[in-house]
């Protein structure tokens, strides 16, 4: 009897076993890029890939809106999918969001003061957001891109120009 249940206790186990290791998680997708951005590199193009998680409503991490007024919606991750570091002063850094799914996108950039620019493609719906910022100043930006919808996950690639 006692050889009979230990075999049924590992069968049930190694079963268990095996769909546990079937499941997908967010943890087995890769880290996102970070980059250092001087002005030295102003004229340069920078591409970030990375994957939206959109779990977390991003109001929670910067708030209900930007320095501008602008809403900030859609779902990411709760810690920043990018973060960039601007060394010296550029007069314009534009960030660039695309999925080739033309997944609903959302945009948010929290600067070193605590300056938060959200930006999302609900407008047009084509899975590219834009967001132009002027005068950046030195420091730690982080970025979180997300998605309009809760729940989606998608591939997404990040541009940086600066002037």
């Avoid at 249940?5 to 076993?17: N, V």
């Amino acid at each position: 009897m006692f050889g009979k249940l230990s075999r049924l206790m590992i069968l049930g186990a190694a079963a268990s076993g095996i769909v546990f290791t079937t499941l997908p998680t967010t943890a087995a997708l890769p880290p996102s890029e970070n980059i250092q951005f001087s002005t030295a590199d102003a004229q340069r193009h920078f591409i970030l890939r990375g994957f939206s998680r959109g779990t977390v409503a991003l109001f929670q991490n910067v708030g209900d809106r930007d320095g501008q007024n602008n809403r900030c919606m859609g779902y990411g991750n709760l810690d920043p999918d990018h973060v960039v570091e601007i060394q010296g002063k550029m007069s314009t850094l534009k960030f660039e969001v695309k999925t080739q799914q033309q997944q609903d996108t959302t945009l948010v950039v929290q600067g070193p003061d605590n300056v938060v620019y959200c930006s999302t493609d609900a407008a047009d719906g084509n899975g590219n957001t834009t967001l132009t910022i002027n005068n950046f100043k030195e420091g730690t930006y982080k970025v979180w891109v997300g998605a309009l919808d809760a729940g989606k996950t998608f591939r997404y690639s990040l541009s940086l120009n600066g002037q």
